[in-house]
Each structure stands twice: as structure tokens, then as C-alpha cells.
């Protein structure tokens, strides 16, 4: 175990008791049917669709679309899925079907998740997890990332060399998630991590704010009609701008700092990512989102998921506050060459 | 106009003075004295609250010392003039701290031994109240049932809830936040906070008894008054009261940034780890 931060285990074990009373909710698919009962849209004060409360962002879908699955957008049902899931080939959203979200959510099968989450109790059913008949996250016929520029696959090569030889030599060359500066899942576009995948939606005059338990980050978004700050200021999530298009809040994103990775691709200054956040019931926003940057991948990506309303609450992730991992990991490097 | 007194005076000039009378009666009523609470009124929300929705920053001295105190040098004499402390009046109600002899004693050890023990210094969360005057922005959105103070530096975050009050589920360096409205003032509860965080760089401490009531009140279309009264019973002897105001940033393109600070303290938190010593960057060569 890399990091360790007690009162984050306390919390994930509360989150998951929480979590558990509201798991058996069923939510509405990606492709909204007709709701049973008549929902109006809840309204703020200022007339905009309420899109407040605590949501979780955890999925029963992977990012990308397991090859066997081929074009396939959408299962039939639920029949459907978990048939798919049994037949899939081995080593392919086994044990557990494609539901294991951890995994899933990182398509490099790197460290998205560093702990056992059954040692916290944070397995399957103990995650309000939106239902979705989608076979993956990314939409369209092929349902993955696109292909890396041969430029941003250079950079990342000469990334990976530089990290194979320094990685050990001092803090600022672990990974940003080990420093707890960004784990790249907070976005924008926001995707979900192994664990702790809160959020909390406020609306204030002219801003949103999102806060997500994951690392305690926050989007602070203008909804006022300002433009894009300076390009002069880059930022770890990005420079975003939002405005309301009918009832869907579209945040616009620029300015990311350059070391921010989304799904294995390093952004560039050209990257620009747009979101779609609309509600779509009373439990569900449906969360949209398109990664649009030519240096970095071939084409524009976009991908599809629902957050579901949970009873919250967003605990404090104190990542770099409880981060002894940083200082044991150096020390025992410095250890080890000791004794070469 | 003279009022005539005496014999010769009529009906209609008693009448008069009687009106006079009363008229200054009630324009003395009106003329706020220094003693009243400022009779201003703060724009309202739709739901009919009073707007404090804004990006505010306290323009102070607290976070060198809440308390009265003159200007001095800073711990790193390499900086010189530039990092040093200003002089500030102090923001503590009646001037000095109420502590215990022990806590007393441990605030100065905490003061000589700053750079090592300040949580500033690692770009830890400031906690409550300290947050709300560390030299950078906050930004307050107001939601329905929920009041989100975002706070520049760190990226520290509460949401402070406003709906029945409820129990934190484990202390945290931002605490637990249920607020009400009392008037035009928001006020929040501030329970379960850690025993990490300090009051300001001249080691100011609190246990993890600490209790915050804070009181936001508009005072002028910009300004804020803020109040943070604080009960700690294992480190002071009885309750005491900070109160600022807090300005409105008015800069048209006025936004939260990034202060995302962990970088900026790996080196003095990891750097007697590294294997290659940091070239040119040292503090005192």
C-alpha cells in the first residue's frame, strides 16, 4: 500500500455503509426511456434546472469497450449484459463481469487502483452505481480513445525513458496522483476512480461549483458569460466556462497545464473539452463529454455516463495531508542504493 | 425663526414648539449612533436571503499574528524585506488570547520552532478559522440548502450545510459546517475539527476541542464583517472573539486561480530525501 491515510479508510468505510442503503436504487440508461411517473424539472430559485446534491459517479461500465463487444453501442437489457459478460473471453471483464469500475476506469491497466477495495468493503454491491445498457463509457461505433498522435506518443516515449532511470530520485518525480496534485480522474472530463467517487453539485449566482471527494479538488464555474482566463495561466484542471443551453448546463474547458494526462493522453495547449451536464430525472444527470485535441490524438473522443443521487455526505480527502507514503517510499529508495 | 416665550406666546406658537420638538425627536431616531449595529440592508437572493455571493478576501495582518503586533523579520533572512512580517492592530476581540500557562508556553515553542511546524508552510489545509484570511481569495456560492466556501489556497473546500443539523462522521482539517440564517447574517457551526492547524504563522494553536461559531454579515455592497467566535476549553481558559471585514474582490474579471501548493513544499517537506541534492535553489548558501 502506497499511501495511507486513516481517516480516508474511516471515511470509505462510512461512505460504504451509507452507500449500501441507497445501492438497490435503479437508475434510468443512457438512452432515457420515457419516466413512469410525471417529473418536472426542479428549478433553482433563478429559474435554472436544480442540478444540486450529491451524486456518485461510480459505473457499472468500462471506459472502453471490450474488443469482443465489437460495434456494439448498447445491450438489449440486463439479460443481455450479464450474458455478455459470462461469454466474455478469459481475462476479459471476468470475475465480476465488466462492473469492476477501478479497473476499468484506467484503459493503461496502470495503478488507478492501488488498494484492495474488498478490504474496505468497497466491492460491488456496496457502490450506488448508475445503471447503463451502454457497453462503454467513450460512445460511437468504436468505443475506445482514439489512437495517440505519432507527436504525443514521442513526448509520452521520452516521458517513460526519463521516468524508467529518475522515477526514484526525488518527490517531484513520482507520478502527480503519488503527490496528490491531480489523479487526472477530476477532469475535466470527470471520470470515475476506484474509490471515492463523490461529488457534490452547489449553484450559486452566476457559479457552479463542483466538489469531488476525489482529491478534494473544486471546479469553480462561471456561468456569467466571461470568457477564458489569460492562456498565460494554465491550470491542473483546466480554465472552465460554462453557460446553459435550454436545460443543459455546456462547460467549455482550455488551459490545461501541461502535465495533465486524460486517459493516457498527455493534453496540449490545443486541448478544449466540453461538457454536458443535464438532469434527466430526479436521481440522474446525465453527464456528457467530448476531448477534442488534435496535437494529442488523432480525432475528438466523446463519451456518456449518468451520476446518481446519493444521500452523500463528500468526505474530506486529505490526500497530501495524509501522504507518508511520499517520504517512505523516497526513504526506502535511498535505503536500498545504500546496500548496492 | 424665533419662538417667543412667556405671556404673549399663542396657541398656534405652542403648537410649533411641540412640532419642533418632536421633529428633532425623530430625526434623532433615524441618525444611527455609534452604539447600533449598521442599519444596511444587503441585496437579496430569489429565495429572499441576503447575497453573499462573491469572492472575498480579508486585508489584514492576522495571518502573521492574530495578534497586536509590530513589524519583524522573517525566518528566512534571505528574503529580506520581502517576506518579512507588517505591523497589525490585531483581530482578537480585547487584544490577547485567553491561554492556559501550559498552551501559552507551547505557543512560543511553536512560534520559535515555525519553520518546521507551521502547516502554511506545508501547504497543509488552514482549517477554520484561519482559512479565511490566509492572504489569497475565497469564494462563497450559495445554493439552495447548501452554502460551498471555496477557498483559493490549497484548494480547501467545505459545504456548509443549511438544511437540520448534522453530525460530522469523523474530524477533518476543514470541519464539519451546518449554518443558519440569522437575519442578514450567515451563521455556521464549525464541530470536528483536527488538532493540525493553527491560527496563524506566530503558532497560534487550538486542540481538536475546538469550537467555531462564525458569523458573515453584509455590511456595505462590498464589505463583509466577519466573526469567529472560538471555544476551545483544553487550551483557553474561557471563550474569545476575532472579527474583520472581509472585501470583495472588484476586479471585473475577478476568479479564483489554482493555488494548488503541494509543489511548492515537496522540496522543504521531501527534500532530505532526494538522491541528487536541488542545485541553486537553497535557502541560505
Given at each position: 500500500m502506497r499511501r495511507q491515510n486513516l481517516t480516508t479508510l474511516f471515511a470509505l468505510a462510512a461512505v460504504t455503509m451509507l452507500s449500501s442503503v441507497v445501492s438497490a436504487q435503479s437508475q434510468v440508461n443512457?438512452?432515457?426511456?420515457?419516466?413512469a411517473k410525471a417529473w418536472t424539472m426542479p428549478r433553482t430559485p433563478d429559474g435554472k434546472p436544480d442540478l444540486q446534491g450529491v451524486y456518485s459517479?461510480?459505473?457499472?461500465?468500462?471506459?472502453a469497450r471490450p474488443?469482443?463487444?465489437?460495434?456494439?453501442?448498447?445491450?438489449?437489457?440486463e439479460t443481455d449484459k450479464e450474458a455478455s459478460a459470462k461469454a466474455a473471453?478469459?481475462?476479459?471483464?471476468?470475475?465480476?463481469?465488466?462492473?469492476r469500475a477501478g479497473v476499468a476506469a484506467n484503459p493503461e491497466g496502470g495503478?488507478?487502483?492501488?488498494?484492495?477495495?474488498s478490504q474496505f468493503g468497497?466491492?460491488?454491491?456496496s457502490i450506488t452505481r448508475a445503471a447503463s445498457?451502454?457497453?462503454?463509457?467513450?460512445?460511437?461505433?468504436?468505443?475506445r480513445v482514439p489512437p495517440l498522435t505519432p507527436a504525443a506518443q514521442k513526448l509520452l516515449a521520452d516521458r517513460r525513458a526519463y521516468q524508467q532511470v529518475h522515477?526514484?530520485?526525488?518527490?517531484?518525480?513520482?507520478?502527480l496522483a503519488e503527490r496528490c496534485i491531480?489523479?487526472?480522474?477530476?477532469?475535466?472530463p470527470m471520470m470515475p476512480v476506484g474509490y471515492n467517487s463523490t461529488l457534490e453539485i452547489v449553484q450559486g449566482k452566476g457559479y457552479v461549483g463542483i466538489v469531488q471527494e476525489m482529491i478534494h479538488d473544486t471546479r469553480v464555474i462561471p456561468t456569467d458569460g466571461r470568457p477564458h482566463g489569460p492562456a498565460e495561466i494554465k491550470r491542473w484542471m483546466g480554465d472552465s466556462v460554462g453557460h446553459w443551453e435550454g436545460d443543459t448546463l455546456v462547460v467549455e474547458t482550455v488551459?490545461?497545464?501541461?502535465l495533465v494526462m486524460v486517459q493516457g493522453g498527455p493534453l496540449s495547449d490545443a486541448a478544449k473539452v466540453t461538457e454536458r451536464f443535464t438532469?434527466?430525472?430526479?436521481?440522474t444527470v446525465q453527464y456528457q463529454f467530448t476531448v477534442d485535441d488534435p496535437k494529442t490524438w488523432v480525432k475528438p473522443f466523446s463519451g456518456e455516463y449518468n451520476m446518481v443521487h446519493i444521500?452523500?455526505?463528500?468526505?474530506?480527502?486529505a490526500c497530501h495531508e495524509g501522504n507518508y507514503g511520499m517520504a517512505n517510499n523516497l526513504s526506502g529508495e535511498r535505503a536500498t542504493e545504500k546496500k548496492k | 425663526m424665533q419662538i417667543q416665550s412667556g405671556k404673549g406666546r399663542s396657541r398656534w406658537a405652542n403648537w410649533v414648539i411641540v412640532g419642533m420638538a418632536g421633529a428633532g425627536l425623530l430625526s434623532l431616531a433615524v441618525l444611527p449612533t455609534p452604539?447600533?449595529?449598521?442599519?444596511y440592508k444587503a441585496p437579496r437572493t430569489k429565495?429572499?436571503?441576503?447575497n453573499l455571493n462573491g469572492i472575498w478576501q480579508a486585508m489584514n495582518e492576522a495571518n502573521w499574528d492574530i495578534r497586536p503586533h509590530a513589524a519583524y523579520a522573517g525566518p528566512?533572512?534571505?528574503?529580506?524585506?520581502?517576506?518579512s512580517a507588517p505591523a497589525g492592530l490585531g483581530v482578537v476581540e480585547g487584544g490577547d488570547l485567553p491561554y492556559k500557562p501550559e498552551a501559552a508556553a507551547k505557543q512560543k515553542q511553536n512560534f520559535a520552532d515555525r519553520l518546521k511546524l507551521d502547516p502554511e508552510i506545508k501547504c497543509?489545509?488552514?482549517?477554520?478559522?484561519?482559512s479565511t484570511y490566509l492572504p489569497y481569495p475565497f469564494q462563497i456560492i450559495q445554493g439552495t440548502g447548501t452554502v460551498m466556501i471555496v477557498y483559493e489556497y490549497a484548494g480547501a473546500v467545505r459545504v456548509v450545510n443549511m438544511g437540520a443539523p448534522t453530525k460530522a462522521p469523523a474530524d477533518s482539517w476543514m470541519g464539519w459546517s451546518n449554518g443558519h440564517w440569522d437575519g442578514d447574517s450567515l451563521v455556521v457551526d464549525v464541530t470536528s475539527?483536527?488538532?493540525?492547524?493553527?491560527?496563524?504563522?506566530?503558532?497560534d494553536w487550538h486542540s481538536d476541542a475546538l469550537h467555531v461559531i462564525e458569523r458573515y454579515t453584509p455590511i456595505g455592497p462590498d464589505a463583509l464583517q466577519y466573526e469567529a467566535t472560538i471555544d476551545d476549553p483544553k487550551v483557553f481558559t474561557r471563550q474569545w472573539k476575532m472579527s474583520m471585514p472581509l472585501y470583495r474582490?472588484?476586479?471585473?474579471?475577478a476568479q479564483l486561480l489554482e493555488y494548488k501548493c503541494v509543489e511548492f513544499a515537496e522540496e522543504v517537506m521531501y527534500?532530505?530525501?532526494?538522491k541528487q541534492p536541488m542545485e541553486g535553489k537553497g535557502d541560505s548558501k
Open positions: 443512457a438512452k432515457p426511456a420515457p419516466p459517479n461510480a459505473q457499472t461500465i468500462p471506459v474488443a469482443y463487444l465489437g460495434a456494439k453501442e448498447f445491450y438489449t437489457d473471453p478469459a481475462g476479459r471483464g471476468g470475475r465480476g463481469g465488466p462492473a495503478l488507478a487502483v492501488h488498494y484492495d477495495n468497497l466491492g460491488g454491491s445498457l451502454r457497453t462503454s463509457i467513450i460512445t460511437g461505433p468504436e468505443g522515477q526514484w530520485d526525488s518527490a517531484q518525480n513520482r507520478p491531480t489523479w487526472g480522474f477530476e477532469g475535466p488551459n490545461y497545464n501541461p438532469r434527466v430525472d430526479a436521481n444521500d452523500g455526505p463528500v468526505y474530506e480527502y | 452604539a447600533q449595529a449598521p442599519a429565495d429572499g436571503k441576503a528566512v533572512y534571505t528574503l529580506g524585506a520581502a517576506y497543509y489545509m488552514a482549517g477554520v478559522p484561519r475539527l483536527n488538532d493540525q492547524t493553527w491560527f496563524d504563522r506566530a503558532g474582490r472588484l476586479e471585473k474579471n527534500g532530505h530525501l532526494r
